[in-house]
């Protein structure tokens, strides 16, 4: 079966499919590139993949296209389980999914175009103020994932004890997202050193949104 991605080079949700599909050892046989810069996901052709307009979508064989980045990467651990990206136990896999959830379900739906958008055009919003509302909330995600990080007794090498999780895809991207809009992570050591653990493995090193096709050679 065929897998098809997606894809744009600086959508933080696509990088955690990405992450996920390179732990599993799964290259996509296709991608395609929607660029969110010139308005491509809301064009007639992806309006008919994806009705949300967002990204990413994967199509994985025959069925239906598979949308929302947590959901396909659950169906990517399940349909490929080794390695697991979720703890054996269940208060493990509420810890790690409330973790991915900090990341991809409160901060940076805050901070995707759509919303940058309308912002801009519906609200008269500025530039400078558009760019502080991200870095808000960027940083109040990567702070209270601090709290938890450095005050949990699940945390070790990565986000819950030392194997990779759902939880290490999210975090990394979040600090993708604040190197994109220039937001210190200092303040945040725990996040910082579970996020150069990750780096240190070839598949989030390769994932990242700045060795894709079409990024600039800095964001």
Same mark, same amino acid.
């Given at each position: 079966m065929s897998i098809k991605l997606y894809s744009f080079w600086? +959508?933080? $949700?696509?990088? @955690?499919? #990405?992450? $996920?599909?390179?732990?599993k050892g799964v290259t996509p046989d296709e991608v395609v590139t929607i660029d969110l810069t010139k308005g491509d996901q809301h064009g007639a052709a992806y309006d008919a993949v994806n009705p949300m307009h967002a990204l990413p979508t994967l199509v994985d064989g025959d069925g239906p296209p598979l949308v929302q980045s947590l959901a396909i990467i659950e169906y990517l651990d399940e349909t490929r389980p080794d390695p697991p990206l979720l703890p054996a136990d269940p208060r493990g896999r509420a810890r790690v999914r409330s973790l991915a959830l900090m990341v991809a379900a409160d901060a940076h739906p805050l901070m995707v175009p759509r919303v940058r958008e309308y912002l801009e055009r519906e609200l008269g919003v500025p530039e400078a103020a558009r760019t502080a509302w991200c870095r808000h909330w960027i940083a109040t995600a990567l702070g209270a994932l601090e709290r938890r990080l450095s005050g949990e007794a699940g945390t070790g090498r990565f986000c819950h004890g030392d194997a990779v999780s759902l939880a290490d895809i999210c975090l990394v991207s979040q600090v993708a997202g604040a190197g994109f809009f220039s937001v210190d992570t200092?303040?945040?050591?725990?996040? @910082? #050193?579970?996020? &150069? $653990?990750? +780096? $240190?493995? &070839?598949?989030?090193a390769t994932a990242h949104p700045l060795r894709q096709p079409g990024a600039p050679t800095t964001a």
């Amino acid at each position: 079966m065929s897998i098809k991605l997606y894809s744009f080079w600086r +959508s933080l $949700a696509t990088h @955690r499919v #990405r992450i $996920a599909l390179a732990l599993k050892g799964v290259t996509p046989d296709e991608v395609v590139t929607i660029d969110l810069t010139k308005g491509d996901q809301h064009g007639a052709a992806y309006d008919a993949v994806n009705p949300m307009h967002a990204l990413p979508t994967l199509v994985d064989g025959d069925g239906p296209p598979l949308v929302q980045s947590l959901a396909i990467i659950e169906y990517l651990d399940e349909t490929r389980p080794d390695p697991p990206l979720l703890p054996a136990d269940p208060r493990g896999r509420a810890r790690v999914r409330s973790l991915a959830l900090m990341v991809a379900a409160d901060a940076h739906p805050l901070m995707v175009p759509r919303v940058r958008e309308y912002l801009e055009r519906e609200l008269g919003v500025p530039e400078a103020a558009r760019t502080a509302w991200c870095r808000h909330w960027i940083a109040t995600a990567l702070g209270a994932l601090e709290r938890r990080l450095s005050g949990e007794a699940g945390t070790g090498r990565f986000c819950h004890g030392d194997a990779v999780s759902l939880a290490d895809i999210c975090l990394v991207s979040q600090v993708a997202g604040a190197g994109f809009f220039s937001v210190d992570t200092t303040p945040y050591p725990s996040v @910082r #050193r579970i996020a &150069e $653990a990750c +780096s $240190a493995i &070839e598949a989030f090193a390769t994932a990242h949104p700045l060795r894709q096709p079409g990024a600039p050679t800095t964001a």
